[in-house]
């Protein structure tokens, strides 16, 4: 039974700075790309960043220089260290799993074996 699950999400101001994490169970980081979504209220689920099986790391155009993607496969856990924080980052975030090997495909198609239940970020300017 494969599980993910996130925590680290807060409300905090612009500017401010936050760390997700997913632990996942047995060896999925190891096997899986391993990707960060996110959902607002009333708009589509978007791809956030990625690690693939083969090594690549992918970011949004909208995270990047601000968001690292990373992983610790000793402890079963994905990061994504967010920060210069904006308001437009407010949303639930959910870690995802794929069976594909580019980063690049999970995030732009959303396809993913399997997936967190998500942990809200709020930011307030």
């Known amino acids: 039974q494969v599980q993910l699950v996130e925590s680290g999400g807060a409300s905090v101001q612009t500017g401010g700075s936050l760390r997700l994490s997913c632990a996942a169970s047995?060896?999925?980081?190891?096997?899986?790309?391993m990707g960060w979504f996110r959902q607002a209220p009333g708009k589509e689920r978007e791809g956030v960043a990625g690690?693939?099986?083969?090594?690549?790391?992918r970011y949004a155009d909208s995270v990047k220089d601000r968001f690292t993607v990373s992983k610790d496969n000793a402890k079963n856990t994905l990061y994504l260290q967010m920060n210069s924080l904006k308001p437009e980052d407010t949303a639930m975030y959910y870690c995802a799993a794929s069976g594909g090997d580019a980063a690049a495909t999970m995030l732009r198609f959303g396809i993913a074996d399997y997936w967190g239940q998500g942990t809200q970020v709020t930011v307030s300017s």
């Open positions: 690690i693939g099986r083969d090594g690549g790391i």
């Open positions: 047995g060896y999925i980081l190891r096997r899986y790309s």
